[in-house]
């Protein structure tokens, strides 16, 4: 991966490659960014900067194999641990190693893809992964051998708040004090799951999302698409290329989820003393409780994205508002004011707390019908100022 495949973040880019030319290089470095802001390819960016003594600010000018290797991934002395599960091809105690053609598959075809891109690509959406004792421990033995080609040693840690206790615990005294010559690189969307021990250790780099300027040149780039068209994209992507991506083929996720939402909330209107669409509810339930955990999880925060820009909306900060529903007759200015100061914050407790009983494998057909019903009650709340 090349600086120049990275998209915006210039100041992070020129930040990470003068500290490598003072030779200043922290062990242990944290980054921080949401979905598609592009911490996974800086991180590949970065690694190869490293390692293959590349200089004046992009991956050229280095080891000339070196640079080959990286094309592939391939390169000996860089090291991934990543989210896994139990699959058809591993049947127990999984760790990344048995996952990495698909892994480089990932690289190649979605750098910017998360964790649900991840599970799909594996055929695991159903199934939540971790990264375990198990890979803490093939992690500790990777590291303490001598690097391949005499330099550097980069691991980089994806999804690095998916670590269980024992794994981090593991890990805490290697990345204190790792062996000479070795860079840790944890990649996190949600800087608070990780746990202190591991985040003091760490230098921490902040990623904001994306710049629409940012996105729209990567657009037309790779995909060759009308300026006019990938300014569109790129204003309802919010800052995330992944999204953006999937906007071009229509294939993102959030179609199917707004069609699940907008019959949740059609249903919830219905369902105030009307016994048959308490039965819609029910169903619409089950329909979702059928798909896969981690497919729920993100969900119920496309639900929760979407209660916010129509709270946005409602009170006129439209400059903010990014979302244009697809679905036909559901119209985000008519469904506006049915969130408002006196059901919002509600409303966000009632889904995020979903989301932790789903994560912590609760029975999700229950959790969603006690969800819908207090759905039902909170929009007809009125507001206060009404």
């Known amino acids: 991966m090349l600086f120049s495949e990275v998209l ?18 922290a062990h242990a470095q944290l980054f921080v960014g949401a979905e598609g802001t592009g911490t996974l390819p800086m991180a590949l960016a970065y690694a190869q900067y490293i390692l293959c003594q590349n200089t004046d600010g992009e991956n050229t000018g280095g080891l000339e194999a070196c640079n080959i290797k990286f094309k592939n991934y391939s390169h000996p002395d860089l090291h991934f641990a990543f989210p896994v599960t139990t699959s058809d091809k591993v049947k127990s105690k999984p760790v990344s190693k048995f996952y990495l053609e698909e892994w480089r598959q990932l690289l190649n075809q979605q750098p910017y893809g998360n964790l649900f891109d991840w599970y799909k690509l594996l055929g695991v959406d159903n199934k939540q992964g971790i990264i375990g004792v198990e890979e803490a421990m093939d992690i500790v033995k990777s590291l303490t051998l001598k690097s391949f080609e ?11 708040e998916k670590m269980n206790i024992p794994s981090a ?11 000479e010559k070795t860079i840790f690189l944890l990649i996190t969307e949600d800087e608070e799951q990780i746990i202190n021990t591991i985040k003091s250790r760490c230098q921490v780099l902040h990623f904001p999302p994306l710049a629409e300027e940012a996105i729209v040149e990567g657009l037309v780039k790779n995909y060759h698409i009308e300026e006019a068209v990938a300014i569109k994209i790129a204003h309802q992507s919010n800052g995330n290329y992944n999204k953006a991506c999937d906007l071009i083929y229509n294939d993102s996720e959030d179609i199917q989820f707004e069609k699940w939402f907008v019959l949740w909330v059609r249903s919830a209107f219905k369902a105030r003393g009307n016994k048959a669409a308490i039965h819609d509810l029910i169903s619409w339930s089950e329909e979702i409780a059928k798909t896969g955990r981690e497919t729920q999880k993100k969900f119920l925060n496309f639900c929760l994205n979407y209660f916010r820009q129509a709270l946005l909306m409602n009170y006129n900060a439209n400059d903010l508002v990014y979302l244009e529903p697809k679905s036909e007759n559901f ?4 469904f506006a004011p049915f969130v408002h100061d006196n059901n919002i914050m509600e409303i966000a407790e009632e889904l995020q707390d979903a989301i932790y009983h789903i994560e912590r494998n609760g029975n999700s057909k229950i959790i969603l019908t006690d969800l819908s019903i207090k759905l039902t009650r909170l929009l007809h709340k009125k507001s206060q100022a009404s």
């Open 169 to 179: 615990n593991k890990l805490l005294k290697l990345i204190e004090e790792p062996p």
């Open 150 to 160: 005499g330099g550097y040693k980069v691991m980089i840690i994806w999804m690095a």
């Open 331 to 334: 119209k985000l200015e008519k």
């Open 8 to 25: 915006g973040q210039n100041h992070i880019k020129k930040h990470l490659t003068t500290s490598v030319d003072a030779g200043r290089i």
